[in-house]
């Protein structure tokens, strides 16, 4: 992947969390990106209340939809305390 198709790939994800922002800040929670792996694995971070809720998995499934609506070639969203089972 060129530089420019990583700025694209990038921007398409935070418009993505854009999108969800709403709805988790809502909650009293929020996302923030932390990494996009060579594997197109999208590495996120749950802060507030979204960081320790019961739904997080839920939540989680719900931002990788909205994410490989707009950034089709992600093969993973995964939040940070999930990462370490992840290799790149």
Known sequence: ??????????ENILKS?????????????D???VNISVKKIVTV???GACSDCPHHYQTLAGVEEVIKK???????????DERE???D
């Open 1 to 10: 992947m060129d530089q420019l198709q990583q700025i694209e790939l990038k």
């Open 17 to 29: 969390l854009d999108k969800v922002r709403p709805y988790l800040n809502a909650d009293g929670g």
């Open 31 to 33: 996302i923030e990106l």
């Open 45 to 47: 971070k749950l802060t």
């Open 70 to 80: 707009n950034a089709p070639s992600v093969s993973q969203v995964v939040s940070i």
């Open 85 to 87: 089972d992840i290799s």
